[in-house]
């Protein structure tokens, strides 16, 4: 039985990987064609930093796949030696607070080169070093308390009830809502500072086009984005009383009111459609099939592994292998997300304009330092929007002509656009 999971896992990493290639090679190529959307100065940077972050992330599927042999070969026994699995909840998070440990350290050198080094470089990463701690002291934290209660009651629930998979999936999917329900008041500004937007034109704007749409909330918020990092962005975040409009701070800085307001709207399109219910039903389906699956794990795999079937193993495996299942999904989940963005998209160019709409778009992707073309494997599998280009070209614009017209105007931050009528 192991054997078994071992290809599957080996044919998963190796299709990852294989992704990940065709991705360096083709940003490659194309970083050095003629530029779109950007300066060519700033259209070969961003195939730069696109191909460096590729790079990385093919070292971190390397290093995710020599682990998880480890685990599945010595790593669970050797763990079991070391703190020794009872039949009790107590032992079980005992046990998978090693396993995610190992796993924390593991993966931190990644992030800090992420951050400290490859973020950094390119103008995006601001965090310090005593942030930064101090940001992971606070995680670690949370983790320990909340995370702690959350894997005693699913091993208790693994432990003690038969069928257990059904109810570990409603405990869990249960916790995933009332997170997204206190996130924005509770969580976030663990984290974050967020000052209630003053009163002007801009938030008589934004209030205006939320009584339009039937959107009522928790208020709107700027948050100090830029103590970590110089990237634009805005979400719309919570469920029922809790939702709030959080504004990063280098959003405001870099767009003006009318495009902010487009971007704005194309939020207030996913929120008219009903996409996060939807995606909140993606996520369940997720999880069940999850839990459906790798809840009824055979005994003879842990024999395989050196261990006993107990709790802690079980729940540990699961983690194991829930990338593997959640990677069958992410093409399916993909596609609906794009189909969603190109609505969102069309419903934002009405409520704020095309063209402010179009203008915004080009500056997150300028801002952002982001590579405008992907591989078709890349975008098939990960990419939850579509690519700019093909968001603009819905939007009725014809980029080829927009990137003839404003080459002169490119160095100056000014941008024309034409009508593709």
Not at 279 to 303: C, Y
Not at 368 to 376: I, L, M, Q, V
Request: aromatic share 14%; hydrophobic share 50%.
């Amino acid at each position: 039985m192991l054997e078994i999971v071992m290809i599957l896992y080996t044919v998963y990493t190796l299709i990852r990987v294989y992704i990940s290639v065709m991705q360096i090679g083709y940003i490659a190529q194309e970083k050095n064609k003629e530029a779109v959307l950007m300066s060519p100065d700033k259209y070969r940077t961003a195939g730069e930093y696109a191909i460096k972050k590729e790079r990385l992330n093919l070292v971190s599927i390397v290093v995710d796949y020599i682990m998880f042999v480890w685990w599945v070969t010595q790593g669970f026994a050797w763990l079991n030696s070391l703190l020794p699995l009872d039949n009790s909840a107590f032992s079980s998070v005992v046990f998978l607070f090693g396993f995610m440990a190992i796993n924390y350290i593991v993966g931190l050198p990644f992030e800090i080169y992420q951050t400290f080094e490859l973020d950094k470089e390119y103008g995006f990463s601001k965090t310090t070093p005593k942030l930064y701690i101090i940001d992971q002291l606070k995680s670690i934290a949370m983790f320990v308390v909340i995370g702690g209660a959350i894997l005693y009651l699913l091993s208790w629930i693994v432990i003690n009830v038969s069928s257990w998979w059904i109810w570990g999936f409603a405990l869990l999917f249960t916790i995933a809502l009332v997170v997204n329900i206190i996130y924005p008041t509770i969580i976030a500004p663990i984290f974050n500072k967020f000052s209630p937007m003053e009163d002007g034109e801009l938030k008589s704007d934004i209030e205006a086009m939320m009584e339009k749409v039937g959107l009522k909330s928790d208020g709107i918020f700027i948050m100090d984005a830029s103590k970590r990092d110089s990237r634009l962005n805005a979400y719309f975040g919570g469920l029922g009383k809790t939702k709030r409009v959080v504004l990063f701070d280098t959003l405001l800085e870099k767009l003006k009111n009318k495009e902010l307001l487009a971007v704005l709207g194309h939020e207030l399109g996913h929120f008219s459609h009903g996409d996060i219910w939807k995606n909140i039903g993606m996520m369940g389906l997720l999880l069940f099939s999850a839990f459906l699956l790798l809840g009824n794990l055979p005994d003879e795999l842990f024999f395989d592994m050196g261990v006993e079937h107990k709790a802690g193993v079980e729940i540990a495996m699961m983690m194991l292998l829930l990338p593997l299942i959640s990677f069958v999904f992410t093409p399916i989940m993909s596609f609906v997300s794009r189909h969603n963005e190109y609505r969102a998209d069309e419903f934002g160019s009405e409520m704020g304009g095309k063209e402010n709409l179009v203008s915004a778009l080009i500056k997150l992707v300028d801002e952002n330092k982001s590579f405008p073309k992907s591989h078709p494997l890349v975008v098939f599998f990960y990419y939850t929007h579509p690519p700019v280009l093909e968001r603009l070209k819905e939007l009725g614009y014809d980029v080829n002509a927009v990137n003839e017209i404003t080459k002169p105007l490119k160095k100056e931050g000014i941008f024309t656009f034409i009508a593709d009528k």
